[in-house]
């Protein structure tokens, strides 16, 4: 991760601002204890300080993460800055920045659809449309969604869809004619000291937009801490408050008739790439990335990580967090600030597998997929593992013409930082058993784990996402696409 205008938040104790260190300490604890779970980092910024900060080792504050979905609150952030330049209308129809596309175009509610529909999930379609919009027009997914006629009038029921998202974002980057991480640098990363990020693209050059954005966790807390200041950093009026304004109220309800006395943070309304909470409002992401803004508190908290339960991490913030967060400083809470830093500093993810044996061979040996196939993972056709001579082996993950090289030395994790334009991972596991091999590979640029097994009685193997990667790339690819791969 460059350094690239990073600069970091001003930090203060809990106490100083009004946060109990034990209610960050109960959702640390609730955190770790709950199923299904992994996180990845925190922070938590009250009165525009760090007063809690914390990376689950093999985790680091540099290393950008997938953001997935938070992508698109930053796309709505390019949005709203075109809006101030006089780029783009939110009242102009989309069909009006693509006139190549007029001819083609002939439903009259696609034709109706308004910037300001695709921002808010409002284009008029019932359910995701992106698998027809990239079908229709592989090389220009937003012909193809205006080629997939809405179910209802525009601006008249919400359906998350991607391409609504991929639509603005095309919008912004052709009235800029910047990349969306172009025009952002100079208008945003650079003022809020945010440092190298990247941007997955589809076609070339485009911004995917509606996910797919790299960063690290700090520039989520940054993001968070802008649209709670309305717009303002250090004193500089960046983006507009009546952009702030709009893109964070529910410009349409977004509730499915979910049984009386259920509650969940996805029913609360929905605004410009934006989603409103039971308190405050968010950008999220699939498995886990978080960046809250709780005006009622003046806080941010951002997080990342690893799990299917993303309702499960809000309910333990509402339970845990928002109760530590009180009117004025707390005196003589000195030993607890510090009993949480030192907890903060200490976080680390356990290891997997910690019971290792002798192989009963020595040489590298070779696997294939058990049944002929690899259920989660089919485009690995083969594995192989080697002793090091140093007490740990090197797993080789094949597929197609790409490989991966991952060293494991038992116990706990093995770190590749990634150099020479290899993907960071880190990685636990040996030989469980004479005859079993078992590897935990986590890609430490996304939220994801492969679970690998090898059987050498029948030289198989099997290989599982814990959870499964919303884009295809190699393994040899899964991090930020900034690194030439090798």
């Given at each position: 991760?460059?350094?690239?205008?990073?600069?970091?938040?001003?930090?203060?104790?809990?106490?100083?601002?009004?946060?109990?260190?034990?209610?960050?300490?109960?959702?640390?604890?609730?955190?770790?204890?709950?199923?299904?779970i992994e996180p990845h980092s925190l922070m938590i910024v009250r009165h525009g300080h760090v007063v809690a900060s914390g990376w689950w080792a093999p985790y680091t504050p540099d290393r950008p993460h997938l953001l997935y979905s938070i992508s698109k609150s930053f796309t709505a952030t390019a949005a709203g800055f075109a809006v101030a330049e006089g780029l783009l209308s939110l009242d102009d129809p989309v069909i009006s920045y693509f006139p190549e596309f007029d001819g083609d175009i002939t439903d009259p509610r696609s034709r109706a659809m308004l910037v300001r529909h695709v921002a808010s999930m409002a284009s008029g379609h019932l359910t995701e449309t992106r698998e027809q919009a990239f079908t229709r027009d592989p090389a220009e997914p937003v012909r193809g969604f205006l080629l997939t006629p809405p179910d209802r009038d525009p601006g008249s029921v919400f359906a998350y869809n991607q391409p609504a998202t991929y639509s603005l974002a095309a919008i912004v980057q052709r009235v800029t004619g910047q990349s969306l991480t172009d025009y952002l640098r100079p208008r945003l990363f650079d003022p809020l000291g945010i440092g190298e990020t990247a941007w997955l693209q589809r076609p070339p050059g485009r911004d995917l937009g509606f996910s797919g954005m790299y960063a690290t966790t700090d520039a989520l807390a940054k993001l968070g801490l802008l649209y709670l200041g309305d717009g303002v950093w250090e004193g500089r009026q960046l983006l507009p408050a009546s952009w702030v304004a709009e893109a964070t109220r529910a410009h349409i309800s977004n509730a499915d008739g979910t049984p009386e006395g259920a509650v969940s943070d996805w029913q609360q309304g929905y605004g410009f790439q934006f989603w409103r909470s039971r308190h405050g409002y968010r950008g999220d992401g699939a498995y886990g990335q978080f960046c809250l803004v709780l005006p009622e508190h003046d806080a941010v908290v951002a997080m990342t990580a690893d799990t299917e339960d993303m309702q499960a991490?809000?309910?333990?913030?509402?339970?845990?967090?928002?109760?530590?967060?009180?009117?004025?400083?707390?005196?003589?809470?000195?030993?607890d600030d510090a009993a949480l830093r030192r907890r903060l500093d200490g976080l680390q993810l356990p290891p997997t597998h910690e019971k290792f044996t002798s192989p009963a061979e020595s040489g590298a040996l070779t696997f294939t997929p058990a049944g002929g196939t690899c259920a989660d993972q089919s485009r690995l056709r083969e594995v192989t593992v080697a002793a090091d001579g140093d007490g740990g082996w090197t797993l080789s993950l094949t597929e197609g013409?790409?490989?991966?090289?991952?060293?494991?030395?038992?116990?706990?994790?093995?770190?590749?930082?990634?150099?020479?334009?290899?993907?960071?991972?880190?990685?636990?596991?040996?030989?469980?058993?004479?005859?079993?091999?078992?590897?935990?590979?986590?890609?430490?640029?996304?939220?994801?784990?492969?679970?690998?097994?090898?059987?050498?009685?029948?030289?198989?193997?099997?290989?599982?996402?814990?959870?499964?990667?919303?884009?295809?790339a190699p393994l040899s690819a899964m991090g930020a696409p900034r690194r030439a791969r090798g």
């Open positions: 991760m460059s350094a690239r205008s990073a600069r970091p938040l001003p930090g203060s104790t809990p106490a100083a601002k009004g946060v109990d260190a034990r209610g960050v300490g109960a959702f640390l604890d609730a955190l770790e204890a709950a199923p299904g991490v809000l309910d333990l913030v509402w339970r845990h967090l928002l109760p530590a967060f009180g009117p004025a400083p707390l005196g003589g809470r000195g030993d013409a790409s490989r991966l090289d991952v060293r494991l030395g038992a116990p706990g994790w093995t770190v590749e930082e990634g150099t020479d334009g290899r993907v960071p991972t880190a990685a636990n596991g040996g030989w469980t058993d004479p005859d079993t091999f078992v590897a935990d590979l986590a890609f430490l640029e996304t939220p994801h784990h492969l679970d690998v097994i090898c059987s050498r009685a029948d030289r198989t193997f099997t290989a599982r996402w814990r959870t499964t990667p919303l884009h295809s």
